[in-house]
């Protein structure tokens, strides 16, 4: 038989912000109580009190650790960074798609380089460091910008696993630069490792937030 503090577990598993806030105690859980207490009690199919809600709210969260260090340290082996980026997205056009074949023939020859590409239905967004700034902006001549940025660095973090479950980590990294108040910009992920884009003038505050979660067992 389903609980209430079954039913509440489930719920934090989805929502796994509201579940590592409880565990580092930031939550009023009186208030969380209240908010839960008439969706417990709809799917338990039967009236189920505030006050129970609070208990196995209180019972539930003296057994957290916060989510984000701990999945953090257990799925993620490493940091690394790549700074002097530029981030540059043109409208997709007929002629994009030889000209994107021809710049990554040239970004293989030059394993120094690093150049990401991501192709939407309307967009083309490309990341690229320094070294391929003349290259990519004298073959984008021809193409319409939709937006640019520059000074950015790329933080990537290693994946122990490439397990097809793993998949849901994405949010674990991000959220704990939410925790920090730090917008990432952008988003690469790949069965090995998830890189974030994020300004440079933020790298001093990503890294060591992200090298602690790292080094907690």
């Given amino acids: 038989m389903i609980t209430i503090k079954d039913r509440i577990d489930q719920r934090l598993t989805r929502s796994p912000y509201l579940r590592d806030a409880l565990a580092r105690g930031l939550v009023n859980m009186s208030a969380l109580a209240r908010e839960l207490q008439p969706e417990i009690a709809k799917d338990l199919k039967k009236p189920v009190s505030e006050p129970a809600v609070l208990m196995a709210l209180k019972r539930l969260s003296d057994s957290l650790t916060s989510a984000t260090s701990q999945h953090a340290h257990r799925h993620f082996a490493g940091l690394s960074l790549r700074s002097d980026l530029t981030q540059l997205t043109v409208t997709n056009s007929e002629r994009l798609g030889p000209t994107m074949a021809e710049i990554l023939m040239r970004t293989r020859k030059d394993q120094s380089s690093f150049f990401v590409l991501a192709r939407g239905s309307y967009e083309t967004s490309m990341v690229f460091s320094l070294g391929l700034r003349s290259i990519v902006e004298s073959w984008m001549a021809n193409e319409r910008v939709t937006q640019r940025r520059e000074d950015l660095t790329a933080i990537t973090l ?16 991000l959220q704990i630069l939410a925790w920090e108040g730090i917008d990432v910009l952008d988003v690469m992920s790949s069965s090995g490792e998830i890189t974030m884009l994020v300004p440079t003038e933020d790298t001093e505050r990503v890294v060591p937030a992200l090298r602690t979660a790292l080094q907690q067992s």
């Fill in 158 to 173: 290693q994946r122990r696993s490439r397990q097809p479950d793993e998949s849901n980590m994405l949010h674990v990294p």
